[in-house]
T-cell receptor, first 114, second 111 residues
Framework: IAGITQAPTSQILAAGRRMTLRCTQDMRHNAMYWYRQDLGLGLRLIHYSNTAGTTGKGEVPDGYSVSRANTDDFPLTLASAVPSQTSVYFC?????????????FGPGTRLLVL | GQQVMQIPQYQHVQEGEDFTTYCNSSTTLSNIQWYKQRPGGHPVFLIQLVKSGEVKKQKRLTFQFGEAKKNSSLHITATQTTDVGTYFCNAGGTSYGKLTFGQGTILTVHP
């Protein structure tokens, strides 16, 4: 693995189903983020984690949950999907201790909830 | 989190014309970052500005941070079709807290 990966690449999901979007990074970054991107609304932060074992709510956390059991993985779970959760989801990570606060993004997961 | 507003939302230009997008905050920012997202791709980091009045250049791209550290701009000189995409600003400096992206400016370049 090189960088940050997401799975699946895309998914069609029936409303009411449970879904976990996976995110893995091999850069040993402490901070990780989940965003959703919708046309005209830019990137909105769903949840974040400053370090393994801690998580926090972003702008739009309702209907989503996350966990951070270790440094590398940051899965995002939709407990009961609804059509309004149709979006493109990006995971990102950021190193600590550096002056430049670069976020590295995964390739995204395109989710359609019907 | 910090709120940043980005304008314009859309910009259509002819190839060779200049382009500018602006990012404005109601609060003083510690730093600001700019990202570019190609159509169908993911955001990619371009640059970070930290100092009041800072100006940085990357080839045809010029980035500015306002004197009050409440606004920033990205200017592209003589656009090319490869400049097509969405440009985002991101208000940083909250340590590991919530980072706030602007809504983005979608740039279309007509050949």
């Amino acid at each position: 693995i090189a960088g940050i990966t997401q799975a699946p690449t895309s998914q069609i999901l029936a409303a009411g189903r449970r879904m976990t979007l996976r995110c893995t990074q091999d850069m040993r970054h402490n901070a990780m983020y989940w965003y959703r991107q919708d046309l005209g609304l830019g990137l909105r932060l769903i949840h974040y984690s400053n370090t393994a074992g801690t998580t926090g709510k972003g702008e739009v956390p309702d209907g989503y949950s996350v966990s951070r059991a270790n440094t590398d993985d940051f899965p995002l779970t939709l407990a009961s999907a609804v059509p309004s959760q149709t979006s493109v989801y990006f995971c990102a990570s950021r190193p600590s201790g550096l002056r430049v606060e670069t976020q590295y993004f995964g390739p995204g997961t395109r989710l359609l909830v019907l | 989190g910090q709120q940043v507003m980005q304008i314009p939302q859309y910009q259509h230009v002819q190839e060779g014309e200049d382009f500018t997008t602006y990012c404005n905050s109601s609060t003083t920012l510690s730093n600001i970052q700019w990202y570019k997202q190609r159509p169908g791709g993911h955001p990619v980091f371009l640059i970070q500005l930290v100092k009041s009045g800072e100006v940085k250049k990357q080839k045809r791209l010029t980035f500015q941070f306002g004197e009050a550290k409440k606004n920033s701009s990205l200017h592209i000189t003589a656009t090319q079709t490869t400049d097509v995409g969405t440009y985002f600003c991101n208000a940083g400096g909250t340590s590991y807290g919530k980072l706030t992206f602007g809504q983005g400016t979608i740039l279309t370049v007509h050949p």
